[in-house]
Each structure stands twice: as structure tokens, then as C-alpha cells.
């Protein structure tokens, strides 16, 4: 199967409809383990802001948004290795349930930076909810709490995800062939 974007056909890893029975699933999970309280969902901007919307509007917690921004992929497919953040959080998260909600957890670096920097906030529980794991790529020994799907080691757009900016408006997970990075 191919998804269009701009004239551009790009084969389809998962389709829009297995993606949205996942986040059904993974809000299922995050309904039942928060029952009653409440919950902050932290999208990392920008990849996870899709992903964000449709778990929290399945999900029936109590629910505040926040967002942060961290730099560690540049416009091309490779991380740099280095974690730096951009933008924190608005509201403090002390005593407070936090999901960490990120697109792809790949070599680990970006979790692992910001599960530090969470937990020396002293959060009354910390979550980490990752629509894609590629596992086999991980370098800093950290896993999710909610995964969507892992994945093989494949370049992958759509549903939030990018390559070079390009792409986050595709219904579907697409592969992205070498010739277009
Ligand atoms: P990590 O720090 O290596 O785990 O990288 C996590 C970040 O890398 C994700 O939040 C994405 O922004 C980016 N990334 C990793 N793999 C892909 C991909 O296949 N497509 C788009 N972005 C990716």
C-alpha cells in the first residue's frame, strides 16, 4: 500500500487504521493505571503532537496538556548524540502524574536525557508513552511504559513524524526510501 504526499508515493508500514486501534488500546492502559487521578501529558514537540492528541482524547483521565522541546536529530536522519533542551515545561510537575509522550524511541538518548531531568522534578509518577520503539538501535538502556508498535530499523514519516520538516501530515506511518533523505 502507498501514501501520497505532494506527488510523492511512499510505501505504508502501518496504516492509519492499525494506528488508531493501538492508541485506543495504549489510552485503554493509561485509563485503567490512572483511574481517578490526574494526568499530564508532555508531547516532546514536534513529532508526538498527533500522537498526543489522539491518546488523550481516548483516554478517559483527567487530563492537562504541556509541551517541551528538545534538539538532538539536525534536518538529516542521524542523531548527533547530544540532548539539549529548547523549551521546558510551563507548569511544575512536583507531585504530579507525568506521561512523557514521544513519537519514536530510538537510540535511547532523548529518554533517557529527559527521564533524568523529569525525575530530579520530583513527579509523583513518571510514564513514558512511545508510539514507535525501533529497540534494536538503542544505545541508553531506557524502554517505555506504552509502546504502539516496534519497528524495524527504518527511516519512518507521518503521523507527526518528519524528515527534514516535511511529511507529519501523512495519515499513515510511511518508510522513507534513501533517494528522498
Ligand atoms: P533517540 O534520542 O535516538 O531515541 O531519538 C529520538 C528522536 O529521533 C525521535 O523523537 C525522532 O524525533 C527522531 N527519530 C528517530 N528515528 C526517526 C525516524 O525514523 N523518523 C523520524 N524521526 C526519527
Known amino acids: 500500500m502507498r501514501s501520497q504526499s505532494n506527488g510523492t508515493q ?5 496504516t492509519r487504521e492499525q494506528i ?15 483511574a481517578g487521578q490526574s494526568v499530564i501529558f508532555v508531547g516532546v514537540l514536534k513529532g508526538a503532537t498527533i500522537f ?7 483516554s478517559s483521565v483527567d487530563a492537562t496538556f504541556d509541551f517541551i522541546s528538545v534538539a538532538s536529530y539536525g534536518d538529516g536522519r542521524e542523531s548527533s548524540g547530544e540532548v539539549r533542551l529548547n523549551k521546558d515545561v510551563d507548569t ?16 535511547g538518548l532523548t529518554l533517557s536525557f529527559l527521564r533524568k531531568l523529569f525525575l530530579a522534578h520530583q513527579p509523583r ?5 512511545a508510539l514507535l520503539d525501533k529497540a534494536s538501535r538503542r544505545v541508553e538502556p531506557v524502554n517505555a511504559d506504552y509502546v504502539g508498535f ?3 530499523d527504518e527511516f519512518v514519516v ?6 527534514a520538516e516535511r511529511y ?12 528522498l533523505a
Open 52 to 58: 498526543l492528541s489522539d491518546l488523550a482524547r481516548h
Open 20 to 34: 488508531a486501534r493501538r492508541v485506543e488500546e495504549l489510552a485503554a492502559d493509561i485509563s485503567r493505571d490512572f
Open 10 to 14: 511512499l510505501k505504508v508500514m502501518i
Open 92 to 107: 511544575p510537575i512536583e507531585g504530579k502524574n507525568v506521561i512523557l509522550v514521544e513519537d519514536i524511541l530510538d537510540t
Open 168 to 179: 507529519r501530515n501523512l495519515p499513515d506511518i510511511c518508510v522513507l526510501p534513501p533517494e
Open 158 to 163: 507521518g503521523y507527526g513524524m518528519d524528515y
Open 125 to 129: 509518577a513518571l510514564k513514558i508513552a
Open 150 to 152: 516496534v519497528i524495524p
